[in-house]
């Protein structure tokens, strides 16, 4: 189940991680506007890592992009909230899998260990 509570134009400003179907609730912040957005996924054991990475960054795609004509600087900050939401989402979710096709893919490393060491 992916559930999205708000849009936001901004960049993510911080995650926290709610039980284990992997529920990110992000705060974004554009000026002095703030929005609060939820981008809840359920991670599927059943599926490859790849296919669970594809389907979070659509979600997050579609949670922070503003439709319609931008400016370069609005259009900056849905590819920086993007950014931000997908990396905290490999962070918290812990998976070295799922942090190794973020690597590949973008090639952020995300050093999912410390997460791990911290449960």
């Not at 609730?25 to 554009?30: E, M």
């Not at 929005?35 to 054991?45: G, K, L, R, V």
């Not at 795609?61 to 920086?80: F, M, V, Y």
């Amino acid at each position: 189940m992916i559930a999205i509570k708000r849009l936001a134009l901004a960049t993510v400003t911080g995650c926290v991680a709610i039980a284990a179907s992997a529920m990110f609730g992000l705060t974004a912040s554009a000026d002095t506007n703030r929005t609060e957005f939820t981008i809840a996924f359920a991670y599927d054991a059943g599926e490859s890592a790849e296919h669970n990475y594809g389907a979070f960054v659509r979600e997050a795609r579609r949670a922070c992009t503003t439709p319609g004509k931008l400016s370069l600087n609005a259009r900056q900050h849905d590819i920086a909230c993007i950014d931000d939401a997908v990396d905290a989402f490999v962070r918290k979710l812990g998976r070295t899998e799922i942090a190794a096709v973020h690597f590949d893919r973008t090639g952020r490393r995300i050093d999912s260990s410390r997460t791990l060491a911290a449960r």
